[in-house]
């Protein structure tokens, strides 16, 4: 069922993890919101969006880039450091433009690892109130989180907006 709203609605769709007791009412807030990014053609409306829903609730945003384990090593052989330095440089350098663009205000993290697991630990480290990632609404935008959006949603320890 969630598979077939996420895929056909035309709008943000907001999930839950699963809980055996909701929190008390005057304990949710929106203090950190982590937004995933994979930097194909949905990350302006996932960053825009994550930006202003931030804004409008005074939280920190902290946006995440995961570069796959493939680009750090292949069946036991490592990659020289140097090429996943630069790597890592070039995301850095497309989200602070996408940042100056948008005038969005936060914190860039890059990490490594396999989408889903890197995503839900980062959320978890950073104790995120909301994951926002986008869902590839696009017909040419098969990126890795629309790949990973359901294990993403899955994994997660918060709520997750999917934009």
Known sequence: MTAKVLHDAGCPVWT???L??????DSIGFHTVLCAVDLGPDTRPVLTWAS????????ELTVLHILPTSLTRLDGIYFDAAWRQDVTRDV???ISALQQEL???CEVLIETGEVPAAVADAAQ???????VIGRGRHA???GRLRTNAYAILRESPCPVATI
């Open 52 to 59: 202003a829903f931030a804004k409008e609730f005074g939280s």
């Open 16 to 18: 839950g993890p699963h």
């Open 20 to 25: 055996e007791q909701a929190p008390a009412h």
């Open 92 to 94: 850095a350098d497309r």
């Open 140 to 142: 040419h935008g098969l």
């Open 103 to 105: 005038h969005a205000e």
């Open 125 to 131: 480290t950073r104790k995120a109130d909301l994951l």
